[in-house]
């Protein structure tokens, strides 16, 4: 129950960042361009499974992008919120879809499930 719990705030996160994205009217090309990007913290597991899980778990982790949000809001800078958005979406769709933040153990290990 707990994990079907987190699939759908992930899925709630997703469409809310792309709701309050498209109401903004920012560009699609951008949000298309981008929606992959935070995946680039995988090149981590390059060194180790230790590191790879740390830098991924950084770039997944909501608390770094209500971070940007924030900073764009205080800014008025649109492209900022633009891009928290976007990776808020990102991180929405890896929940929704099964992909949680990683175990050292194992890329594979997560904490919703194996993948």
């Given at each position: 129950?707990?994990?079907i719990?987190?699939h ?12 309050l ?7 699609w090309?951008?949000f298309?361009?981008l929606?992959?990007?935070p995946?680039?913290s995988?090149?981590g597991?390059?060194?180790?499974d230790?590191v ?16 940007i ?6 800014l008025?800078?649109?492209l900022v ?11 929405g769709?890896d ?5 949680g ?12 499930n194996?993948?």
């Amino acid at each position: 129950m707990n994990k079907i719990l987190l699939h759908i705030e992930g899925l709630a996160v997703l469409v809310l960042s792309i709701y309050l994205y498209s109401f903004n009217e920012y560009s699609w090309w951008m949000f298309i361009l981008l929606l992959l990007a935070p995946d680039i913290s995988m090149i981590g597991y390059l060194v180790n499974d230790v590191v790879g899980a740390k830098c991924y778990n950084i770039f997944h982790t909501y608390s770094l992008t209500i971070t940007i949000l924030l900073v764009g809001i205080l800014l008025s800078n649109q492209l900022v919120l633009a891009i928290g958005l976007i990776w808020s979406a990102h991180i929405g769709m890896d929940r929704a879809i099964g992909y949680g933040l990683k175990y050292t153990t194992n890329f594979k290990d997560t904490h919703l499930n194996r993948v």
